[in-house]
């Protein structure tokens, strides 16, 4: 007698929402500006990525429908997920009008604060450090404008 196998329908999901980012990305890629010497555009990495994405979640969703299970979730705190997720949909909304400066250094605080981390110094200095080393690596060095807002005057 053959016993049917259970099919990970969270590992179906999440398959399914990699490829619909992957195809996102790849077409907004496409309105990168090209370079104009021999060298790869803009659009070549996120395109790379976009690929291997691609072959991950083809993997997932091949183990999903055999009925290997590898996910195993178990939510303990069901609100803290919650709040989490309605901060970064906050955190996208906000964005461009309050500038990235901003808005990343609260979210990664009351993502802090969430998660329970009291201490002050972590508090306040991962925040600080955290959002300047990223806008350092994009904005500076990678020259990947980010959304100013409400300190535009200071760029």
Avoid: H
Wanted: a positive charge; proline letters at 6%; aromatic letters at 12%.
């Amino acid at each position: 007698m053959e016993t049917k196998r259970k099919k990970n329908w969270i590992d179906i999901c999440v398959a399914i929402v990699l490829y619909l980012l992957s195809v996102y990305v790849f077409i907004e890629s496409s309105n990168f500006p090209e370079s104009n010497d021999n060298a790869l555009n803009p659009s070549a990495f996120p395109r790379i990525l976009c690929v291997l994405l691609c072959i991950a979640a083809t993997a997932l969703l091949i183990n999903a429908l055999r009925g290997k299970i590898t996910t195993n979730v178990t939510i303990d705190n069901k609100l803290q997920v919650f709040l989490v997720i309605g901060l970064i949909v906050l955190y996208a909304i906000f964005l461009k009008s309050v500038g990235f400066i901003l808005c990343t250094a609260v979210i990664v605080f009351l993502i802090l604060w969430l998660v329970k981390i009291r201490k002050p110094l972590p508090l306040i200095l991962i925040p600080i450090f955290g959002t300047g080393l990223i806008f350092f690596l994009f904005d500076l060095l990678l020259q990947v404008p980010l959304p100013p807002g409400l300190l535009r005057f200071l760029f």
